[in-house]
């Protein structure tokens, strides 16, 4: 779409380099579907406040907070190319439907660890209580 990555400054001191959408990326970010999931989905009412209310952060790879009913927060992005794509579509997304998508300094970008998932075996004395007296 022309004016190739936008970079924009979060948490950390690290930068987001946001690829350049494609004319079908840019079809997708002002489609109706995508209205509806970010109108519906993103922003219903009974998750204002909680972070990724509709449960799609495994597929997006993209964490959002809504703020209020036309204002939301990315908190965590995690630094690969769909992800990345997947928020510049919604950044566009936004954008278009006049909301606001605050991507900023309380946005982390992180990367996924290359280790297998690792579980140790605590004995259970040593770990952490919810007992209340």
Known sequence: ??????????????????????EEDAERAKSSEMRIYIRQGVHHPNWIGWPNGNDDFKETGVLIQTLDDQTARVLLVID?????????????????????????????????????????DAPSESLPSMEVA
């Not at 004016?3 to 979060?10: D, L, M, N, R």
């Not at 006049?98 to 996924?112: E, F, K, N, P």
């Open 80 to 120: 690969e190319a769909t992800p990345l794509n997947t928020l510049a579509v919604l950044k566009c997304a936004y954008e278009h439907l006049g909301y606001i998508l605050h991507i900023d300094y309380a946005t982390v970008l992180r990367q996924l660890s290359k280790e297998k998932d690792k579980i140790e």
């Open 1 to 22: 779409m022309g004016a190739g990555k936008q970079e924009i400054s979060v948490a950390n001191g690290k930068v987001i380099a946001l690829p350049d959408l494609t």
